[in-house]
């Protein structure tokens, strides 16, 4: 990593209290490998109007601040070309998200978005797991999978990691609720048809849509599901 012609390690952790605990060792002891630690918005967001946002709504408020066409509105993101030219040595010297948030602060650049640039060229990463599991995540490491050495900490927590990321709740009121639309695009979709002479929405797509749900809805009530508070997974 790094240039360095050495693989890129990318230690991850199941919590970023972990990932802290490995970079204060990291900074007692003498070996000092390029590295940064990645951290979500609402971890490492230093516009004051928007970093008491959560969730979506910061990713929103953040990505409309930022937006490519018009005026970048967010100063801290304006900061992060220059402050990265002006040191390039950053991540030589062991930074945890709280260091990141101090560079960030009052008018620095924006701590997200250097973890982002800096991510490219290090020799070790710091992640929690999700960045790793999660598709919406990993689309954004830049990162030449074939050469790196992945650590997962604790990997037994990884299993029901994985299927928690790989699932859904569909509540049965929302699977029925889909069910009777299908059936009303079908009713109104056949009416369109007969009073408008409109064939741009067929009533059979609604009903093979309505069959599809069906079925879904009557292969989940046979699943057995051993005891009332307890989950259960299939094999994938
Ligand atoms: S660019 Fe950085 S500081 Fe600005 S809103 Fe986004 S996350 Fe916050």
Redesign the pocket.
């Known amino acids: 990593g790094g240039g360095s012609g050495f693989p890129t390690i990318v230690y991850a952790s199941r919590t970023h209290s972990q990932l802290r605990q490995v970079i204060k060792e990291l900074k007692r002891c003498s070996y000092r490998p390029k590295m940064v630690v990645l951290g979500s918005?609402e971890q490492?967001?230093?516009?004051a109007e928007?970093?008491s946002l959560r969730g979506k709504a910061l990713t929103n408020?953040?990505q409309f601040?930022?937006k490519k066409r018009g005026k970048r509105q967010?100063n801290?993101?304006n900061g992060v070309p220059e402050f990265l030219k002006q040191n390039p040595h950053i991540g030589d010297e062991p930074v945890d998200i709280e260091d990141l948030v101090n560079i960030?602060k009052d008018s620095g650049p924006?701590?997200?978005?250097i973890t982002r640039e800096l991510h490219k060229d290090v020799d070790i990463l710091f992640a929690p797991y999700n960045y790793l599991i999660s598709n919406a995540y990993r689309k954004f490491l830049n990162i030449n999978w074939i050469d790196s050495i992945l650590i997962f900490d604790e990997a037994h927590n990884l299993e029901s990691l994985c299927a928690d990321s790989a699932s859904i709740d569909l509540p049965s009121v929302l699977l029925s609720a889909c069910i009777s639309e299908a059936q009303e695009c079908v009713q109104l979709a056949a009416a369109r048809r007969g009073s408008l002479n409109d064939g741009s929405m067929n009533p059979e797509n609604f009903a093979i849509l309505k069959g599809l749900l069906l079925k879904l809805q009557e292969l989940i009530s046979k699943v057995p599901i051993p005891k009332r508070d307890e989950g259960f997974t299939k094999p994938g």
């Not at 490492?44 to 516009?47: A, D, H």
């Not at 924006?110 to 978005?113: F, M, N």
């Open positions: 918005r490492l967001c230093v516009n928007v970093n408020a953040c601040l930022c967010c801290h993101f960030g924006c701590p997200y978005y």
